[in-house]
């Protein structure tokens, strides 16, 4: 018996097919933006096809939100152009097996509750840290998913309502606005504002011009050991220690797992900077803190736990 899993992305989709024991195959395409309701469904089963599987039980699917669980569908997304992107009832007609759609972080971190690290665990929270920030809780053993399936937002969490940092959902100070990989260059700018960087690394690759920095560049200077880059990194870690420890004040888990690519490439230079600065933000017991060992699967698995949970 298998079942079918789904991670879908702002940029890539991925769709797998396993069962209790992890992933069987597995393929990722471009996702499928045209302006169709039913464009991504449709490539869905054209990627289920080719990855030719009988006997399919039922899907599961995390996506980027924000979404509407109850009626299984993405909504006003701002990387699609149409409004409504409709994902359970065109799959569900046709496979004719039960379908779930999730938020992608939810998915991600009932990954981890079966999958990984929160084996045998009631209360962990997956932290994704890609172009966005984004967040998943397992609280006392339930899947927390607030009214519409969007709960918790972390990357909306505000750090400082003063702050010149504007988050891509347009309100100020919050956490995806300095530590999304989008926005990480931005808050760069702002740090080497203040500072004479002329001689460092940074200023080489950049040719003294802020604007054109990535966070590639930033992270790969700091692995070559450019002081001015680490100094950034540190700065870059102070803020997420801050929202590491609301949402530890938040959900008092007993582990934290952080993935997406920007903490999955650059491991020690997220993670470090957060253990040394945690403990003056946080009143609940600290808990165990660390990179997800699941990479990039960490959706592709959640779904399908949640596929076979829907089932079992
Ligand atoms: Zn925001």
């Known amino acids: ?12 989709i991925r769709v797998a097919i396993g069962d209790e024991t992890g992933i069987q195959k597995k393929l990722t395409r471009i996702t499928d933006t045209k ?10 089963i054209r990627l289920v096809n080719k990855l030719r599987f009988d006997n399919i039980l039922s899907i599961g699917v995390g996506s980027i939100g924000p979404i509407d669980i109850k009626k299984g569908k993405i909504i006003n997304t701002p990387n699609f152009p149409q409004k409504e992107i409709l994902i359970k009832k065109p799959l569900s007609e046709y496979y004719n097996i039960p379908v779930m759609i999730v938020n992608d972080c939810a998915a991600a971190v009932h990954g981890e509750y079966v999958f ?24 006392d053993g339930h899947l927390l998913q607030g009214k519409d399936g969007n709960a918790p937002e972390p990357g909306h969490f505000t750090i400082s309502s003063s702050s010149k940092m504007v988050c891509n959902c347009g309100c100020i100070g919050h956490w995806e606005a300095y530590s999304g990989g989008k926005n990480i260059p931005k ?16 200023w080489n690759l950049c040719d003294g011009n802020p604007d054109v920095l990535t966070s590639k560049n930033i992270f790969d200077a700091a692995k070559r050991k450019d002081p001015i880059s680490i100094g950034f990194v540190n700065e870059l870690g102070k803020i997420n220690a801050i929202g590491i420890a609301n949402i530890i004040n938040g959900y008092d888990p007993e582990l ?8 999955l490439n650059n491991s020690d230079l997220i993670l470090e900077p957060i253990i040394s600065n945690i403990d003056k933000h946080i009143i609940n017991r600290k808990p165990d803190i660390q990179i997800t060992r699941l990479g990039e699967d960490i959706v592709l698995l959640g779904a399908l736990s949640l596929a076979i949970k829907l089932v079992s």
């Not at 018996?1 to 890539?12: E, L, N, Q």
């Not at 302006?35 to 869905?44: E, G, H, R, Y």
């Not at 760069?188 to 460092?200: C, G, T």
Request: cysteine-free.
């Open 1 to 12: 018996m298998s079942f079918i899993s789904v991670d879908i992305g702002a940029t890539k």
């Open 35 to 44: 302006k169709d309701p039913l464009a991504v469904s449709n490539q869905i």
């Open 187 to 202: 808050f760069a700018k702002i740090f080497l504002n203040n500072i004479n960087w002329r001689k460092s690394l940074l």
């Open 116 to 139: 990984g690290d929160g084996q045998g665990l009631e209360n962990i929270v997956y932290i994704t840290i890609s172009t966005g920030l984004g967040g998943g809780a397992i609280v």
């Open 256 to 263: 934290i797992t952080i993935g997406g690519s920007v903490a």
